[in-house]
C-alpha cells in the first residue's frame, strides 16, 4: 500500500523501486518519476546545511568545465545578447558569472542563499536550473512554474544525472545525497514534456533542454 503520489505528475499509484539503509524510494507508473517520500526529507536548516559543505567556488576550472556542458550548448541555442534566469544557483553563483562573462543578463534565484521573489516575475529567454530538480519536493509545480516564465521560443537548461534501470540505481552514488530526492530518466523527461507540451532535446548524458513552443 502506497501513500506516496508522485509529485512530478500527481498520480496517486507509485510503487516501492528501491530502498537502502536510510530511504525508500518510489516510482510512478506513469511518468516513471522516482521520488523519495516527504518523511524522509532533510529538515530545511538539515538541507541547508549540506548545501553550506558542498560549496563550489566561481574560479574553480574544474567547476567552470562542469557548467561548460551546459553553457556551452546554451550559447549556441539561445546566442547573446539574451536575458536568463539561473534558478537554484547556491551559495556561489559560478554559472550566472560565467554567463555575465560571455555577454548575457543574468538574475539568480536560490530559495536559501538569493530568496528575491522579485526576479520570478519576468520573461525570460532561458532559465538554468543545473544540480537543481533533485532536490525539489514538488517538481512538478516548480519545473511548470519556471517554464511559464520564459518567453515564446525560450530555453529551459537543466542538468541532473538520469535514471538507466532498476540494478543501476541500487549502487547509485547519486541516491547517496541525502538532499537528492527525485530522479528523472529520459523516459520521465519525455513523459512530461508531451504532457506540458514543450520541446524536449537530451544534449548530454545529464544536460536537457526544454522549450517553450511559440503558440
Ligand atoms: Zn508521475
Known sequence: MSHAPCPLCGQSDTEPYHADALRSYHCCSRCGFVHVPSPFHLSA????????????????????????????????????????????CGPGPALAAMLREAGYTVAVFDPFYAPQNAVLATGYDFITATEVVEHLARPGAELRRLVGLLRSGGRLGIMTKLVIDRERFSGWHYIRDPTHIG???????????????????FVDDDVIFLRRLPA
Do not use: K
Not at 536548516?45 to 574553480?60: P, Q, T
Open 183 to 201: 530522479f528523472f530518466s529520459r523516459a520521465t523527461f519525455a513523459w512530461w514534456a508531451a504532457a506540458e507540451g514543450l520541446g524536449l532535446e
Open 45 to 88: 536548516e538539515a538541507e541547508r546545511g549540506e548545501y553550506d559543505r558542498h560549496h563550489n567556488a566561481v574560479g574553480d576550472p574544474g567547476y567552470r568545465r562542469f557548467l561548460g556542458r551546459l553553457a556551452t550548448p546554451l550559447a549556441e541555442r539561445v546566442p547573446p545578447p539574451a536575458t536568463g534566469l539561473d534558478f537554484g
